[in-house]
């Protein structure tokens, strides 16, 4: 079984909440790197139950009577094997792909920084909520912004891979993530993509299908498919894989810091989705107009043309032009306090974004 402290009740104290900052905070100062000894995995699986429902249990039943390759992988643990692949693709530097398929709930989330977390030990890195990602637009962007140091033998999460995302330029956006997969091999930056029903990354090597969570283990239990066999009559069932939840791999005075942080952005996700306000388009949209209000050459430019072509120049041709042009024009709302800016330096109250006028 896995050996960690039982976690005490939360209280509600204010004197209790100050002390869990404190520490919180000393814990990210002390911890700056993990190796694979930092992570213990040790689980008895005759203690092991994994729990899911009825329709769940239906459909793994039906696999098991009507699919061969399916009844042998199910009864072959394939863990071992698959952490060894792991190290050996760290030891090649070469980086790893892989998308994962659960129901909400069913533990994908957790199970995947744990594989992200026990990718970047490989190379004596820590996995912080850097590395985690919304979707892939933010993916994409933190491939822009990150310090190269950072994105170096890393691995991100997308957590939640949205599929109805709408827009003149968001299937560009989208079908870019093939050519940035082959440009960054270079880089060794892994990714795992997450997604309730269909597997988020066309591209990826190996998929992984949560069946089932174990409360007493902290253990999910899936299978591991091979993606790369789909043009010979499909995915390939390979073996049966106990993943033990990121709370429960990682050292004890780290793992409650990572998944308040986690708990934090995913709530933060959630809200804005509920209230209509999680349109990723948009707010990749507001965070570009921030930058370029930042940007001391755009904002010496005076024509609505230069302005544009500028932005053009900058961002790639994945943005089309009319997006470009919503861009430009975020930058005068910005500036004119109608949304609101995340951003704590002003833009120039006397810039107008719209003018036509020649610079002096």
Request: charged residues 30%; glycine residues 4%; contains cysteine.
């Amino acid at each position: 079984m896995i050996k960690l402290k039982t976690k005490k009740k939360p209280s509600t104290t204010l004197k209790s909440l100050q002390k869990e900052a404190k520490t919180l905070t000393k814990v990210q100062k002390q911890i700056t790197s993990l190796t694979l000894k930092d992570l213990k995995y040790n689980v008895d699986l005759n203690e092991a139950f994994y729990e899911i429902d009825c329709l769940q249990n239906r459909l793994l039943e039906g696999y098991l009577r009507a699919d061969h390759r399916f009844r042998r992988a199910f009864g072959t643990n394939f863990t071992q094997d698959f952490y060894q692949f792991l190290r050996d693709k760290a030891r090649l530097h070469e980086p790893v792909h892989i998308s994962v398929i659960g129901q909400v709930r069913s533990g994908k989330s957790y199970t995947s920084i744990g594989i992200a977390t026990f990718m970047m030990a490989c190379y004596n890195k820590l996995f912080t909520i850097e590395y985690l990602c919304a979707n892939i637009f933010e993916f994409l962007e933190k491939l822009k912004t990150m310090p190269q140091e950072k994105l170096t033998n890393s691995c991100f999460v997308i957590d939640e891979e949205k599929q109805s995302i709408y827009g003149i330029g968001s299937t560009a956006k989208k079908m870019k993530v093939t050519d940035v997969q082959n440009i960054i091999a270079i880089n060794n930056i892994s990714t795992i993509m997450l997604n309730p029903s269909s597997w988020a990354n066309k591209e990826a090597m190996y998929g992984i299908r949560i069946f089932g969570r174990c409360r007493k283990t902290f253990t999910t239990r899936s299978m591991l498919y091979n993606l790369q066999e789909r043009g010979k009559g499909g995915e390939l069932p390979m073996g049966t894989l106990f993943l033990p939840i990121f709370t429960h791999f990682l050292p004890p005075d780290y793992a409650p810091f990572l998944e308040k942080q986690y708990l934090d952005k995913k709530n933060a996700w959630v809200m804005r989705e509920q209230r209509g306000e999680g349109d990723v388009l948009y707010e990749l949209k507001k965070n570009e107009a921030q930058k370029f209000l930042k940007d001391a050459k755009f904002m010496e430019l005076k024509k609505k043309a230069e302005k544009t072509a500028y932005i053009s120049y900058k961002l790639g041709s994945e943005w089309t032009k009319g997006e470009v042009e919503e861009i430009l024009a975020f930058t005068s709302l910005l500036r004119n306090s109608v949304l609101e800016n995340d951003d704590n330096d002003k833009p120039d109250e006397n810039h107008d974004e719209n003018s036509n006028e020649e610079p002096e």
